[in-house]
């Protein structure tokens, strides 16, 4: 079973920057896609970055040239940095995973392994 964890969402001004964590209680397979998604109130999921065996990024038109995913493999570790925050960035962020070569390049991907949210506020 593998087990997502999100943190370092909190409260900042237009402008700022924060960074979230997400650890991974295990690897069961040596490829891997991970992606951080986001969903704001009235508003459908969004895709925002993704990271495809600590390799190929991706990432979603609004947030390219602001925030760079990254993964620390030794410590089982996505990072969304996240520069020049928006108000329209403001959603809860969850981290998802997945580890088969099929679902991760499925149009769209199906991630079987999600985390609980972290809440990003980015608010004057």
């Known amino acids: 079973q593998v087990q997502l964890e999100e943190s370092g969402g909190g409260s900042v001004q237009p402008g700022g920057s924060l960074r979230l964590s997400c650890t991974i209680s295990t690897y069961i397979y040596d490829f891997y896609c991970l992606a951080w998604f986001r969903q704001a109130p009235g508003k459908e999921r969004e895709g925002v970055a993704r990271?495809?065996?600590?390799?190929?990024?991706t990432y979603a038109s609004s947030v390219k040239g602001r925030f760079t995913i990254s993964e620390d493999a030794a410590k089982r570790t996505l990072y969304l940095e996240m520069e020049s925050l928006k108000p329209e960035d403001s959603a809860m962020y969850y981290c998802?995973?997945?580890?088969?070569?099929?679902?991760?390049?499925?149009?769209?991907?199906?991630?079987?392994?999600w985390g609980q949210g972290t809440q990003v506020t980015v608010s004057a």
């Open positions: 990271i495809v065996s600590d390799a190929e990024t």
């Open positions: 998802a995973a997945e580890f088969s070569v099929g679902d991760c390049y499925s149009e769209p991907p199906d991630y079987t392994y």
